[in-house]
T-cell receptor, first 114, second 114 residues
């Protein structure tokens, strides 16, 4: 069975700083995808970034980038130049290429301080 | 486009009462999902549907039933509510089941069972 672990329940950083959220996962499969979802106080989840396991290059989306270490089964999210609007709950998630379900971690609550 | 909408936004039930949560999407998506989110936990899949007239069990299906009579709607029913079903419920939809098919989430329904 696949599992996703987020070891940081809560984090706070000052506005404009860079912050890294950690995620580890466990699987015996080779073909899968990893995701970071953002859930702001409004509660509506949105996809931040997606990484395909067979791609060595780390995915980036503007200020958001990942550090994907396949051998270590690690998938961290880096937010550069953090903004107040980045305050949210962030979920790391996993999906097998052959499956139809996403497995979510427990989340990291991120506070961006003015 | 409204995207994914959920009705109602909040509801309080007494133990043993029944209710139906409605999810609607206007993106012509084939796939729809119901998740629950509990404090300190990630989203867990309750039921999902791969097309009109189909339903399938997710990770935590007990105590819930679903129906997908129309492509745009996915209903989640609680026949006899229990306090353990107090949670925030999210609906999501996607074009397909591939990991490259982004799931779009609704704003959630907060349900309290007394």
């Amino acid at each position: 069975a696949q599992t996703v672990t987020q070891s940081q329940p809560e984090m706070s950083v000052q506005e404009a700083e860079t912050v890294t959220l950690s995620c580890t996962y466990d699987t015996s499969e080779n073909n899968y995808y990893l995701f970071w979802y953002k859930q702001p106080p409004s509660r509506q989840m949105i996809l931040v970034i997606r990484q395909e396991a067979y791609k060595q290059q780390n995915a980036t989306e503007n200020r958001f980038s990942v550090n994907f270490q396949k051998a270590a089964k690690s998938f961290s999210l880096k937010i550069s130049d953090s903004q107040l609007g980045d305050t949210a709950m962030y979920f790391c998630a996993f999906m097998l290429n052959r499956d139809d379900k996403i497995i979510f971690g427990k989340g990291t609550r991120l506070h961006i301080l003015p | 486009n409204a995207g994914v909408t959920q009705t109602p936004k909040f509801r309080v039930l007494k133990t043993g009462q029944s209710m139906t949560l409605l999810c609607a999407q206007d993106m012509n998506h084939e796939y729809m999902y119901w998740y629950r989110q509990d404090p300190g936990m990630g989203l867990r899949l309750i039921h999902y549907s791969v097309g009109e007239g189909t339903t399938a069990k997710g990770e935590v299906p007990d105590g819930y039933n679903v129906s997908r009579l129309k492509k745009q709607n996915f209903l989640l029913g609680l026949e006899s509510a229990a306090p353990s079903q107090t949670s925030v419920y999210f609906c999501a939809s996607s074009w397909g089941v591939n990991p490259t098919d982004t799931q779009y989430f609704g704003p959630g329904t907060r349900l309290t069972v007394l």
